[in-house]
């Protein structure tokens, strides 16, 4: 092997590695995916492409790509140490599809100093192009829970295979897929896209998200406002200098949340429990004392004695309150 060749493939077996370099399910399969894609590079050659020429038709994976312009920068300062992945188009000559490098293409194409991206050119088909694309998204560690729910999604409803097929290829379990997808279908694509990617947001508080929205009768509409003002405020925050959430999205997905939580239920004041004690005078029973929560009941037996305490009342009451202020020291 010459040392080109082994220098073209050494590029993507990096790329393999990076992708795979977390703890993700499977990385025998997602390297696998990835070096069939190596070994598919056209004359293991870089070629230097005009980006207009590039046509990216893939499976959307990511809701918010926001670090574009930092790489564009880093590109323009560096050159483009890292090729993009196209293969050619199967109807149309002089052009290429794009299997995976969307940002770098992005970047390069935002750019007005890089005039042309560098890419590997790869003869594979539409499943092996995917199959290489999904390896390549799915070992990224950087894709949220959320992204990565809406890309299985986007793969069911684009006939790339049955629920089965596409867990297989994203080496992770069956009802793993079914409980993503549910939540994708719940929320709906415009409510999760207000949203954004939310890093950090995993599978439970997603779950939870879309149960509270099923219970409460909320509309997506409704709730896709409250996420995309979150935005608008970070934004201006950001613009005037202000104090802004390190992710938006994060503070957007609260924010939803919290629209959706039940309000508390009002407090119940906390009642004194009746008490009742009989009172007795020369030992015998004279009336009762009972505590309640309005104050203190003080029935007597005898009428006479009633009628006197009535008249005095005033005065024992001022009396047994000094009483009660000295023993207490109020």
């Given at each position: 092997m010459t040392d080109s060749r082994k220098k073209r493939m050494s590029m993507l077996d990096s790329l393999a590695a990076a992708g795979a370099g977390g703890s993700v399910p499977s990385q025998t399969t997602t390297n696998r995916a990835l070096r069939s894609a190596r070994d598919a590079v056209d004359s293991h050659h870089v070629w230097d492409l005009e980006p207009h020429l590039i046509d990216d038709l893939r499976t959307r994976d990511r809701l918010n790509p926001v670090d574009v312009l930092d790489l564009q920068e880093a590109i323009e300062q560096n050159g483009q140490t890292v090729p993009i992945l196209v293969r050619r188009h199967p109807t149309e000559e002089g052009r290429y599809l794009l299997v995976y490098g969307r940002r770098r293409l992005e970047a390069i194409r935002n750019s007005d100093k890089v005039m042309r991206v560098k890419a590997l050119v790869a003869t594979l088909d539409d499943n092996a192009a995917v199959t290489a694309q999904i390896s390549e998204n799915m070992a990224r560690r950087d894709l949220s829970y959320i992204e990565k729910a809406l890309f299985a999604k986007d793969l069911i409803d684009q006939g790339f295979g049955t629920q089965t097929r596409v867990a297989e290829v994203l080496t992770v379990t069956k009802s793993s897929i079914s409980m993503a997808l549910g939540i994708a279908e719940t929320?709906?694509?415009?409510?999760?896209?207000?949203?954004?990617?939310?890093?950090?947001?995993?599978?439970?508080?997603?779950?939870?998200?879309?149960?509270?929205?099923?219970?409460?009768?909320?509309?997506?509409?409704?709730?896709?406002?409250?996420?995309?003002?979150?935005?608008?405020?970070?934004?201006?925050?950001?613009?005037?200098?202000?104090?802004?959430?390190?992710?938006?999205?994060?503070?957007?997905?609260?924010?939803?949340?919290?629209?959706?939580?039940?309000?508390?239920?009002?407090?119940?004041?906390?009642?004194?429990?009746?008490?009742?004690?009989?009172?007795?005078?020369?030992?015998?029973?004279?009336?009762?004392?009972?505590?309640?929560?309005?104050?203190?009941?003080?029935?007597?037996?005898?009428?006479?004695?009633?009628?006197?305490?009535?008249?005095?009342?005033?005065?024992?009451?001022a009396e047994l309150h000094e009483r009660w202020k000295s023993e207490t020291n109020k």
């Open positions: 929320l709906g694509r415009d409510l999760i896209e207000s949203i954004g990617a939310a890093h950090g947001i995993g599978r439970p508080r997603w779950e939870a998200l879309a149960k509270s929205l099923d219970e409460s009768g909320a509309t997506r509409e409704a709730l896709s406002r409250v996420a995309l003002a979150v935005h608008d405020k970070a934004l201006v925050a950001r613009a005037t200098g202000q104090a802004a959430p390190e992710d938006a999205s994060v503070a957007a997905f609260e924010a939803v949340m919290a629209k959706l939580a039940p309000a508390p239920a009002p407090s119940t004041p906390k009642t004194t429990r009746a008490m009742k004690d009989s009172l007795r005078l020369d030992g015998v029973r004279a009336g009762t004392v009972k505590r309640t929560a309005k104050g203190l009941a003080l029935e007597l037996d005898d009428s006479q004695f009633a009628d006197w305490m009535t008249r005095k009342a005033p005065a024992l009451v």
